[in-house]
């Protein structure tokens, strides 16, 4: 790189972390960007632009940095327009370069066409990013670092971890997932390709051409990573699988809890367990039947009349009252009706069962639960909440059963409109059906092989508690509501990049935490790629859409 690369010049008054700089003003300069420093002995140092200020006061030789460089040609180029930035960049890596030092050049990174062929001055800049994770599979690219044309890496063993998608309606979320599925469909590590298992809860159908367009597929599917994409519907309809609960993978007392939160969210606690323990003690009475057949039209009479039975027969040896007993029946109905709405519940045919997630494990799938008006017509969101429930516990149950037995999974469950299923007080929605068991999902999880993401356009309305459990986030455009909230769990966003986050365009993001391999919040540019593309996320065009 020769010196007419250089957009900047380094001024003298910087602090030991920060270098003030002039900067071209045709260099339309991003907060969050990468710049390089070259100090004179040619050694390069790594810098982030933390604000900027626009000058157009004619910069005098009086200025003794000024002085000392007027016979140089960056200064020229710097203030050839008349206008100029003054920036502060804030320093990452100093390499043993003595990035302070006035008169040091800025340059931008180098434009890299294919990163898979870097010649050395390429390879040098990129190894001031990311030493030696270049070459480490563990990293997967993804998007580019704002202003150049370099993927960000992420580390992929920080997914366990769990991970935040949040941004206002239409920044981009969907889209962003999209494309995450599309890079943790195409891991490489030792010639060949592997994809980490994934089930999404798809609230509007965004990603469910992925399983049912051939060309979404085959283009997913490129490297032949994955062996089962699969749409899970609740209504017949063609190219997806009637998605089916599976009772008696559960204890009396897992059921029993469904049962009652589903029905008495908010009821007291002393209450709802004695509920919780008749239907526990009918159940395990019953625990020679088949549990699915209990919950259908055959077998419900039989599980009402056993409650009955052991009140009725038992109540002063027991002390259940006959109010536990009415509002065990209420819950009971509950249950019983929104399971029946979407044949939920079946005494014969397929599942989702423990079967159905070694599967996923075992051909890398990528599941994808259709709660679309399509695919879900009319449900609501208790019904949603009973399936994500189901889809959470019998996760949990599987991954710990693995764990036990020194079976390794991972299994990465990706959970869209996330505040519908672990609301914070803020959010008007009861959710005690899952809150509880994706909270353990996340405490636990890391070391079973779970992977949380959770998808909103509100970090605010959700649980703080669960919240604090995500070790990654990506940020699109978010409310300015959320920026303090979102500054105070993430830590480490400075002010101004901070502030970028309420302006921020379609498409752009800032990536911080665990699976963000620079360890620095880092702003990233997500392109469009045609075979990514959904007409679903879109609002189309209105004049297109009333002339036909
Ligand atoms: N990286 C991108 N570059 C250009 N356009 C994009 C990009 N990502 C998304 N868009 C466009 O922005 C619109 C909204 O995108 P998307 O559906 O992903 O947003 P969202 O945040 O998921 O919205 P919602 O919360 O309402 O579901 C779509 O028209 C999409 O095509």
Redesign the pocket.
Same mark, same amino acid.
């Given at each position: 790189m020769s010196n007419a690369d250089a957009i900047g010049i380094v001024l003298e008054g910087g602090t030991p972390n920060v270098v003030k700089a002039l900067i071209k003003a045709d260099h339309e300069v991003k907060i969050g960007e990468f710049l390089i420093i070259r100090d004179r002995e040619g050694r390069t140092g790594l810098v982030q632009v933390e604000h900027y200020e626009y000058g157009n006061d004619f910069y005098t030789e009086s200025l003794g940095i000024v002085k000392s460089l007027i016979d140089s040609e960056v200064l020229a180029t710097v203030l050839d327009k008349g206008t100029y930035l003054t920036v502060w960049l804030r320093v990452i890596k100093e390499n043993n370069a003595k990035v302070q030092m006035p008169g040091n050049l800025v340059l931008k990174f180098p434009e890299i066409k294919d990163i898979n062929k870097l010649d050395q001055t390429q390879r040098k800049f990129l190894e001031l990013l990311y030493e030696e994770k270049l070459e480490d599979p563990r990293y997967v690219k993804y998007g580019r670092i704002i202003n150049t044309n370099i993927p960000l890496l992420l580390r992929i063993n920080a997914l366990p971890m769990h991970m935040g998608i949040f =941004? /206002?309606? =239409? +920044? =981009? &979320? +969907?889209? *962003?997932m999209r494309y995450l599925i599309d890079v943790f469909s195409n891991i490489e590590y030792d010639g060949k390709h592997y994809a980490i298992p994934m089930i999404i809860i798809d609230a *509007?159908g @965004?990603y469910i051409d992925l399983a049912t367009l051939s060309m979404k597929r085959e283009y997913i599917n490129r490297n032949g990573s994955r062996q089962m994409i699969t749409r899970y519907a609740f209504t017949d309809i063609p190219n997806a699988q009637r998605f089916r609960l599976d009772m008696n993978l559960f204890t009396p007392s897992d059921i029993a809890y469904m049962v009652v939160t589903a029905k008495y969210r908010d009821t007291d606690v002393s209450q709802a367990s004695l509920q919780m323990n008749l239907l526990e003690m009918a159940l395990n009475e019953l625990r020679d039947e088949d549990y699915n057949t209990l919950f259908t039209e055959d077998g419900f009479s039989e599980l009402q009349q056993k409650v009955n039975e052991i009140v009725d027969e038992r109540k002063d040896e027991l002390g259940f009252t006959k109010n536990t007993q009415r509002a065990l029946q209420s819950a009971l109905q509950t249950f019983r009706s929104k399971v029946k709405e979407y044949d939920l519940i079946s005494s014969d045919g397929e599942t989702f069962s423990y079967d159905t997630l070694d599967e996923i494990f075992f051909k890398h799938g990528l599941v994808i639960i259709d709660f679309s008006a399509d695919g879900a017509p009319g449900m609501d969101l208790l019904t949603k909440q009973i399936v994500v429930g189901y889809i959470a516990r019998l996760m949990l149950n599987y991954l710990v059963k693995k764990k036990m037995n020194n079976e390794r999974r991972i299994l990465s469950l990706v959970i869209e409109e996330a505040q519908n299923y672990i609301p914070s007080e803020n959010y008007p929605v009861n959710a005690r059906l899952t809150k509880d068991v994706l909270a353990t999902l996340a405490t636990q999880g890391r070391k079973f092989g779970a992977s949380l993401i959770l998808i909103s356009?509100r970090p605010a309305f959700v649980d703080k508690v669960v919240l604090s459990m995500l070790n990654s986030f990506i940020f699109?455009r978010v409310y300015h509501e959320d920026v303090k909230y979102i500054q105070s769990v993430t830590g480490g966003i400075s002010e101004y990049l901070a502030k970028e986050l309420i302006s921020l365009p379609? =498409?752009q993001a800032i990536v911080t935490g665990l699976i963000n391999s620079l360890e620095i919040p880092v702003r990233v540019q997500? @392109? &469009?790629k045609p075979e990514l /593309?959904s007409d679903i996320? +879109? /609002?189309g065009d209105i004049l297109e859409i009333l002339s036909g």
């Open positions: =941004g /206002e309606t =239409g +920044s =981009g &979320k +969907s889209y *962003n *509007n @965004d356009q699109h379609r =498409g997500i @392109d &469009k /593309e996320g +879109s /609002e």
